[in-house]
């Protein structure tokens, strides 16, 4: 007997009620099996599977014939993975044209809409949101006793602890958030992204275009992003690293498996901060290298807790691509966007985070230890002293994000908070 799983809400779930209040339709947009289908599922009174085997050739039949039939059902009516039927697309916006009411469509896809196969992109209609892997707030692995919107409203919030061990931090990295493995071990977990890893690079690749394309340079690729994960290292280097494997690519072969994985949400950068500082100093403005969780990059390299902690420096990469994926999370859900800071002699703050209102607020990223905290605090106090506040306002907070167990503000104004007690 299969016990159905209760439902556990996500951070995403308050965006999908409150845009299909305002719009026609919602598309939730994100990497396979992060969990749109089952949150749209809560909110949707019919519900059509595109990739369902039992019914897919019929629907595909029907949306090429009479797609308006599709939409003769109680509403919000949810299009599962609609981007195997384009056509669906420009049926739902004509009838939400037509009935001029909002709340009545869900769509969910799994790879970047093409716009070359729509007549109309949905702009003031459609509404889209992008949906991640679980945050450790949300898989009940964080206490969430700081608030990033308390932050940044300025409430001063009280001392708190988490229960975090370096141990854990490890797990959590390994198992990463999809829910799929989330209460799994280690063990369970590793097996679990292994198999997500391979129906990547062998079938995700293609269904997503068409297009076929080599499994072994797409582990290539991927192997060459997570050994560079929260770098700034350039697309150059990571195609030179792809080739001292003996995987050689031309730069438009490189560039069309890349922009797949961007397609498909497995790589999701982090861009430069577009600031204003008080000197001439010069900034640099690549990409930080991410992927979408750290259990693609452990799967992508076969890492255990054993083979991660023999290398401690490389850990530190690999928290500091787990704060960021929750950290994407949280300031999104609060309207707002995550960045880094560079500059050319290479100073530089983890991830700036800044708010549509124009509020902001600078993190460094350390795993813990008394003098990693102190210097990373001095260097947030440096980038205070740097900007220019007649062009924008001064920072809502400054923080170091650690490893740690215990969140209190140091007497410079610096938080210093546990992921382990961090939420949106």
């Not at 299969?2 to 994100?30: H, N, P, Q, T, W």
């Not at 697309?235 to 792809?242: F, L, Q, V, Y």
């Not at 690519?249 to 982090?270: A, G, H, P, Q, W």
Request: aromatic share 10%.
């Amino acid at each position: 007997m299969v016990m159905k799983m209760k439902y556990v809400k996500r951070i995403s779930d308050d965006a999908i009620i409150r845009k299909l209040r305002l719009f026609g339709g919602v598309l939730v947009e994100g990497a396979k099996f992060v969990g749109k289908s089952t949150s749209c599922g809560q909110y949707a009174k019919t519900i059509i599977e595109f990739q369902d085997p039992k019914n897919k050739e019929f629907y595909k039949i029907q949306v090429q014939n009479s797609p308006q039939e599709l939409l003769n059902a109680p509403n919000p009516i949810l299009f599962d993975e609609w981007q195997d039927n384009y056509t669906i697309w420009d049926t739902i916006r004509h009838d939400i044209d037509k009935k001029s009411e909002n709340g009545l469509y869900l769509l969910t896809g799994s790879a970047n809409i093409n716009c070359d196969k729509v007549m109309h992109t949905g702009t003031g209609r459609i509404v889209t949101i992008k949906m991640r892997p679980m945050s450790l707030y949300e898989s009940g692995d964080s206490n969430g006793k700081i608030s990033l919107a308390d932050l940044f409203d300025g409430k001063d919030s009280v001392f708190a602890q988490c229960e975090m061990t370096l141990e854990k931090i490890i797990y959590l990295i390994i198992r990463g958030g999809f829910p799929k493995t989330i209460g799994t071990t280690e063990e369970d977990a590793r097996e679990i992204m292994n198999g997500y890893f391979n129906a990547l690079v062998t079938e995700k690749i293609i269904s997503v275009d068409g297009i076929k394309r080599e499994p072994k340079k797409m582990r290539a690729l991927l192997r060459s992003y997570a050994r560079n994960i929260s770098t700034y290292t350039n697309d150059a280097t990571i195609k030179e690293d792809m080739e001292n494997e003996g995987i050689r690519v031309s730069r438009n072969t490189f560039n069309d498996y890349k922009n797949t994985l961007e397609k498909l949400y497995i790589i999701e950068n982090v861009e430069a901060w577009p600031t204003r500082i008080r000197s001439k100093t010069a900034m640099r403005k690549s990409d930080k290298k991410e992927l979408i969780d750290t259990s693609l990059t452990c799967a992508a390299l076969r890492l255990t807790s054993e083979k991660i902690k023999s290398d401690f420096n490389y850990f530190g990469f690999l928290f500091e691509a787990l704060c960021i994926r929750d950290l994407r999370i949280y300031v999104e859900s609060i309207d707002g966007y995550i960045y880094h800071y560079r500059e050319e002699k290479d100073y530089e703050i983890d991830a700036i985070l800044e708010l549509n209102n124009g509020k902001w607020g600078a993190i460094e990223i350390k795993l813990g230890g008394d003098d990693a905290i102190d210097e990373a605090s001095e260097k947030l106090l440096k980038l205070k002293e740097k900007i220019d506040t007649q062009k924008m306002l001064e920072p809502s907070f400054l923080m170091v994000l650690t490893a740690t167990q215990y969140a209190f503000q140091m007497e410079n104004g610096v938080w210093v908070v546990p992921l382990g007690c961090l939420k949106n």
